[in-house]
């Protein structure tokens, strides 16, 4: 055999030991606009229309008629793509608006734009810190928060999920250590449990502890708190935050982006230093004036967010009272608790035939035992949908034992 014939066949068994331990994943192709409503096409050729249950497009904004328009519009203007990275010749006054909007959106002073928020945290923290300092990370953060820690010299402490005798124990042992500066980083919202992050109890143990507070607001940027600024705004710390970042790949629109929102000194350096923006590309001008116009949109009217908090209300309410457990909650994100991992695979394929489409998840990707169809309520389903939903569960449920 030769290396390259070595190497696949290697390669093969790696593949086969992920179909074995069931953990192989497939993508379902979608024909249609994201939305409520997608069509799905089989390998067979066979199409099919079915309601969606498992997109982040909480704000229904990923084929809103201004947002498309909007794109449309700075396609035309700033042309398709810059060619370039931003300190060479990547900065459109589109990039700089987005980003003074960004700031004055998150009440912060200065935010910087990436391709992606994976990009964002994981440039964020390598240069900021150093080996004098420490970080201290929830034990469930986003893998691209992990990603970005290990790429960074500071000392790391881990506390238990959400738990704030944990991190105070941590800031502790920091301080003990001898860290110059501590910076505590957490997910707004955890995705799979729609977990809130206690932002309020974490900013006092942080000030009594000398520490930065950063926050990933993935999940939760354009619709968490009031005017649906974030997690802060949710918790009553909204101006209090230190960093955050987030992404333009969710409720603000869908397309892709991510970015770091900061103090003026914080997005400055991260300027100069910051990896993934110094060597990768601009943010395309479609994606950057169609960001400006969702900010118009939801800084204009929370109606679409309120549209979300009503429609989740009724779908936690009305899949409780079909007899399904579910993770209590407010969040967009409700996981319905199946427990076992092939139940939960059962009862999203059953619910497809149904038309309903969901997604199971279950170990390694929460814990054993914890199986789950993680459901995620938009603004644009209508109330005819998420009855549709909660009947299809409730059939299901029945059909495979799962509901008496
Ligand atoms: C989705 C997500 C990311 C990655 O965002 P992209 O912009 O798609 O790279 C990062 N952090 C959290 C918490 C997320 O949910």
Redo the contacts with the bound molecule.
């Keep these: 055999m030769t290396t390259s014939e070595d190497f696949t066949a290697h390669l093969r068994q790696e593949l086969q030991g992920i179909r074995d331990a069931g953990l192989y994943k497939a993508e379902r192709i979608i024909t249609t606009p994201q939305g409520a409503h997608v069509r799905t096409l089989a390998a067979d050729g066979t199409s099919r229309d079915v309601l969606n249950l498992c997109a982040n497009n909480y704000l229904g904004l990923s084929s809103h008629p201004q947002v498309v328009q909007a794109a449309h519009d700075a396609l035309r203007t700033h042309g398709y793509g810059l060619s370039s990275v931003r300190f060479i010749c990547g900065t459109q006054d589109l990039h700089k608006t987005l980003e003074a909007r960004l700031s004055r959106f998150l009440g912060t002073e200065d935010t910087i734009l990436y391709a992606?928020?994976?990009d964002a945290?994981g440039g964020l923290f390598e240069p900021l810190l150093g080996e004098q300092d420490a970080i201290i990370s929830d034990a469930l953060n986003?893998a691209?928060?992990i990603d970005g820690i290990r790429l960074c010299k500071a000392k790391r402490y881990r506390y238990e999920h959400n738990d704030m005798a944990d991190l105070e124990r941590c800031l502790e042992q920091a301080a003990a250590d001898g860290a110059r500066f501590k910076l505590v980083f957490t997910?707004g919202v955890f995705?799979m449990d729609g977990t809130v992050a206690q932002l309020d109890v974490m900013r006092a143990v942080c000030d009594r502890h000398g520490a930065l507070l950063g926050v990933?607001e993935?999940?939760a940027s354009g619709f968490m708190g009031a005017t649906g600024r974030g997690t802060h705004e949710h918790r009553g710390v909204f101006g209090k935050i230190d960093i955050i970042t987030g992404?333009l790949?969710?409720a603000l629109g869908g397309a892709?982006?991510?970015f770091t929102s900061a103090r003026r000194e914080v997005v400055e350096l991260l300027r100069q230093r910051s990896r993934p923006y110094l060597f990768s590309n601009t943010v395309a001008p479609s994606i950057v004036g169609a960001s400006i116009a969702v900010l118009d949109l939801l800084e204009g009217s929370t109606a679409l967010r309120d549209r979300l908090l009503q429609n989740t209300a009724y779908f936690r309410a009305a899949i409780a009272a079909a007899g399904f457990a579910i993770k209590p909650g407010e969040h967009p994100i409700v996981p319905i608790m199946v427990h076992d991992a092939q139940r939960a695979q059962q009862l999203a394929a059953r619910l497809l035939e149904l038309d309903v489409y969901v997604v199971g998840f279950f170990f390694p990707v929460v814990p054993k035992g914890q199986a789950r169809i993680r459901v995620q309520i938009s603004a644009v389903h209508e109330r005819s949908d998420l009855e549709r939903a909660v009947a299809a569960f409730a059939q299901a449920g029945r059909e495979l034992g799962i509901l008496a």
Aim: glycine share 16%; hydrophobic share 20%; net charge negative.
């Design positions: 992606a928020a994976f945290n986003h691209s928060i997910d995705s990933d993935c999940h992404t790949g969710k892709s982006g991510g």
